[in-house]
């Protein structure tokens, strides 16, 4: 089974400052890669994905996030955010492959971005 | 296009009690998957539907069992409830079973067991 983890559960930055989050994964085969958005009030939206390819996929509001498959790890960033982005953020990530589909998540950070 | 619904938004039981939770999936889906998110955790897979029957289970007892029905839609019930239990159990429906179809998640409901 894939888990997830991802560190400093609380971040708290001001505007214009960059994010960078990390996500680490353990699982012996080709995954899957995901980070999910939940903005206060709102469901979970996803935010980018990463099947294949260039390790370096680029999503929605200037995210992007970098695969680094030697170091299991996938950590998303984002050069200058906005109070818009004050948001929790989840890695997710599954195992390649059909009927395989199931996330495994991890806890996920809370992320405060101070005008 | 209407993304995916969940209801009742919040519920309220107590200790032993039995409950049922809906969802619709997107239009176009076919394959619905549960989670339950407990405060300050990241979510948990329960189990997913794909043509009316369970594909895969996570590490839920048999107490939370569900159904598809044959227009995609799904239900999630729990059997005697603990404490425990209390948690959002988010609905999330797909195109298909392959692990490249993304998932798209409903609101969620609240479940608080007293």
């Known amino acids: 089974a894939q888990s997830v983890s991802q560190h400093n559960h609380h971040v708290i930055l001001s505007e214009a400052a960059s994010l960078e989050l990390g996500c680490n994964y353990s699982?012996?085969?080709?995954?899957?890669l995901f980070w999910y958005v939940q903005y206060p009030g709102q469901h979970l939206q996803l935010l980018l994905k990463y099947f294949s390819g260039d390790p370096l996929v680029k999503g929605i509001k200037g995210f992007e996030a970098e695969f680094i498959k030697s170091k299991f790890s996938f950590n998303l960033r984002k050069p200058s955010v906005q109070w818009s982005d004050t948001a929790e953020y989840f890695c997710a990530v599954n195992a390649a492959g059909y009927g395989n589909n199931r996330l495994a998540f991890g806890k996920g950070n809370q992320v405060v971005v101070i005008p | 296009d209407a993304g995916v619904t969940q209801s009742p938004t919040h519920l309220i039981k107590t200790r032993g009690q039995q409950v049922t939770l809906r969802c619709s999936p997107k239009?176009?889906?076919?394959?619905v998957s549960w989670y339950q998110q407990a405060l300050g955790q990241g979510p948990q897979f329960i189990f997913q539907y794909y043509e009316e029957e369970e594909r895969q289970r996570g590490n839920f007892p048999d107490r939370f069992s569900g159904h598809q029905f044959p227009n995609y839609s799904s239900e999630l019930n729990v059997n005697a409830l603990l404490l425990g239990d209390s948690a959002l159990y988010l609905c999330?429906?797909?195109?298909?079973?392959?692990?490249?179809?993304?998932?798209?998640f409903g609101p969620g409901t609240r479940l608080t067991v007293l």
């Open positions: 699982y012996g085969g080709t995954v899957n």
């Open positions: 999330a429906s797909s195109p298909g079973q392959g692990s490249t179809d993304t998932q798209y």
């Open positions: 239009s176009g889906h076919d394959t």
